[in-house]
């Protein structure tokens, strides 16, 4: 496999639009159907991925990422990329990339936790996990278990990819008419309507 290109600084911002953590982990791999780019350039975007998904735990220190976990993160994502698709198609996915999804969903994962800290009636949530060498197989297995949740689930037929052919985000579609055809209005929605726009204003010109 062809490695993506390296994005322009002001496309390494993670997108959290997909309304699922795996969702949002695939997003990771940007316009995958065009110039696919990629947003883990390096073990230290895939901490901050970890951090700004909240799926670190309550420890001080920033999650501490190796070459090898970057690496094996990689492969998770694609391969939970490429069972979702097959689900959504109604396919089998590749015998190896259900290995490694069901491999990385086996490992304990991230705990959720209610904290009553601040002394008053309402509940805080945070997250426990093992050793701190394992925080990052802790985030990637709490991932993959979303993934085998949602593809084993109801919620499947409500996950959808964007229209835009340009963009390949994934997202869980949330809308009570269950007609959303964009990852986001802010994104690909105003692209599609200052197109329409300007495609009748030619027309009618």
């Known amino acids: 496999m062809t490695p993506a290109p390296a994005p322009a600084p002001d496309r390494l911002a993670f997108?959290?639009?997909g309304g699922r953590p795996c969702l949002d982990f695939a997003a990771t791999l940007g316009k995958r159907h065009t110039d696919a780019f990629e947003r883990l350039t390096d073990?230290?975007?895939l901490g901050r991925w970890i951090g700004e998904a909240g799926l670190r735990t309550d420890r001080p220190q920033a999650v501490h990422v190796t070459g090898a976990e970057l690496v094996s993160a990689r492969e998770l994502r694609e391969s939970l990329y490429r069972v979702l698709t097959a689900a959504m198609d109604g396919r089998a996915p590749a015998p190896h990339d259900l290995v490694r999804v069901n491999?990385?969903?086996?490992?304990?994962?991230l705990a959720p936790q209610l904290?009553?800290?601040?002394?008053?009636?309402r509940a805080g949530l945070?997250?426990?996990g093992g050793p701190v060498r394992h925080d990052v197989r802790a985030a990637l297995a709490t991932v993959a278990r979303d993934a085998v949740q949602l593809v084993g689930g109801p919620l499947l037929a409500r996950v959808k990819e964007c229209e835009n052919p340009e963009c390949s985000l994934l997202f869980l579609d949330d809308s009570?008419?269950?007609r959303r055809r964009w990852c986001s209005m802010d994104r690909c929605g105003n692209l599609a309507k200052i197109a329409g726009y300007r495609s009748r204003a030619r027309?009618?010109?």
Do not use: V
């Not at 491999?103 to 994962?109: M, Q, S």
């Not at 904290?115 to 009636?121: I, K, L, S, T, V």
């Open 176 to 178: 009570q008419a269950r």
């Open 203 to 205: 027309g009618g010109s």
């Open 43 to 45: 073990p230290g975007a």
């Open 103 to 109: 491999e990385a969903a086996a490992h304990p994962d």
């Open 126 to 128: 945070r997250l426990q």
């Open 15 to 17: 997108p959290f639009i």
């Open 115 to 121: 904290d009553f800290a601040d002394g008053g009636g």
